[in-house]
């Protein structure tokens, strides 16, 4: 059929994708490799498998991942109402519980009228209505012919935190408490140290020994937002106190003052039986983490069931390749979606997909391209990875900086982010409601 879709990869992108079109009538073929083959990261048959963090970051309107969260429900985010289904507790922040959330979106994909999903790895670039959403970690047969059609593809290494038991835990050295008090106290558990404490640990950390390279790729290029621990601790003795183990918004009942470095834990599924440890991105040997890690106060005796692993990523040099709806310059046919395209986390890679899945059925009804405002998160990533301005191309999550600035100027940073949600998500109602298509 002429009007059909094929999205190659299931992730969050791809299945986005495919619920746009299905619930717009255009019959879907949506390719996913696994079981048949696992990329390095992946182990799950279920598809928009988490493989780094189970957090989709922030909630509230006043940050850029909460508004973009916003704007992906003004669209009808099948991620994110899977998500909302297997939440878990978080503080301030949407996380979910892995495991449910994977099986919620493959559930859903395949009872969807429309869509019919394919277990088989595809190879080469097919003909007609395309959409790639294979992800950061595609195949390397499928990786190449991208670099053939897009002159070449850049790539750095992504990292993923170790996962403890709860009952592991040494609560006589760990407290209860999210940061700032924001959310329910219950949402994280702290790990607090001393100045002795910390600087022996670091000291071990800086020194310890990291696991060998995957053969598929030599390169080394860690992208900033990802940053393995033990790389950002080298750049000096309090770069990760002011990172991932920064006490600020703390108090440790047990001394009645803000820790000298503290590590949060967060839930990694809704019983609570098992935690990750926040920003503990890590390339280190099994048998390091499980040693350098232990040196934390609480974590002395902790059970790790899951370690630290570290994977390539591939994204294309996208400005001058894609235009801002995603579709390649040279063959507006074929949609790019993920963060292949240079759009770097969870959700963003969803919005990718949920707007090339949009401009997709909207180049089969004959309509123009729909980019959201400017003044929206996701209208200004479209943007950017389509800005020919940019030099030294680099994924881009959501950020308030890439927003034009109010036409009045606020000091208190929380109101002049706030306004600048409520000012963006007031334009996407109003183009929404103006166009006939979302009607």
């Known amino acids: 059929m002429t009007n059909s879709v ?10 986005e994708a495919a619920w746009q079109l299905a619930k717009r009538g255009i019959p879907v073929t949506l390719y996913e490799m696994k079981p048949v083959r696992f990329s390095p990261a992946h182990s799950s048959e279920n598809l928009a498998e988490l493989v780094c963090s189970n957090s989709f970051k922030a909630m509230r309107i006043s940050s850029a991942a909460g508004m ?13 109402e899977c998500a909302d289904e ?37 190879t080469e670039i097919p003909d007609g209505n395309v959409i790639i959403a294979a992800g950061p970690l595609a195949s390397e047969a499928l990786s190449e012919k991208i670099a053939e ?32 008090d924001r959310g329910d106290p219950d949402d ?31 390169r080394r290029d860690v992208y900033e937002g990802c940053m393995p621990v033990e790389v950002m601790a080298s750049r000096g003795k309090d770069t990760i106190r002011y990172g991932p183990m920064k006490p600020a918004g703390l108090t440790d009942p047990a001394t009645g003052r803000r820790p000298y470095a503290n590590l949060q834990l967060r839930k990694e599924n809704r019983d609570g039986t098992m935690y990750n440890l926040v920003g503990f991105q890590t390339n280190l040997r099994f048998s390091e983490q499980k040693r350098v890690f232990s040196m934390i106060p609480a974590l002395r005796e902790a ?10 990523n591939t994204f294309l040099s ?35 997909g949920i707007l090339a899945g949009i401009n997709a059925a909207r180049r089969i009804a004959g309509l123009d391209m729909f980019i959201p405002p400017e003044t929206t998160i996701l209208g200004a990533l479209a943007r950017y990875v389509a800005d020919t301005s940019v030099k030294d191309f680099q994924p881009m999550g959501a950020a308030f900086g890439l927003l034009p600035p109010l036409d009045t100027r606020i000091r208190n940073k929380q109101e002049r982010y706030e306004k600048t949600a409520l000012r963006g998500l007031g334009d996407l109602k109003t183009q929404l409601s103006s166009d006939r298509f979302f009607m």
Do not use: W
């Open 6 to 15: 094929k999205i190659i990869g299931a992730g969050f992108a791809g299945c």
């Open 68 to 80: 973009m969260k916003e704007e992906m429900r003004m669209l009808s985010s099948l991620c994110l």
């Open 86 to 122: 297997c939440s878990v507790p978080a503080g301030g922040a949407l996380a979910v519980d892995r495991e449910k959330f994977s099986r919620a979106v493959t559930e859903k994909i395949l009872a969807c009228e429309g869509i019919t999903l394919v277990r088989e790895e595809v």
């Open 149 to 180: 059609i897009s002159g070449g593809c850049l790539s750095f290494y992504d990292a993923a935190a170790p996962i403890v038991t709860a009952g592991s835990i040494d609560m006589s050295r760990a407290f209860m408490q999210s940061r700032y």
């Open 188 to 218: 994280y558990i702290n790990c607090p140290m001393d100045k002795e404490e910390y600087e022996a640990f670091y000291d071990a950390l800086i020194n310890a020994e990291s696991a060998g390279v995957h053969s598929f790729d030599k």
């Open 303 to 312: 059970e790790f069931v899951r370690y630290g692993v570290m994977h390539r």
């Open 318 to 352: 996208s400005p001058g390749f894609l235009n801002p709806d995603f579709s390649v310059i040279e063959r507006p046919s074929l949609f790019f979606a993920g963060q292949i395209t240079g759009v770097e986390g969870y959700m963003e890679s969803a919005a990718s």
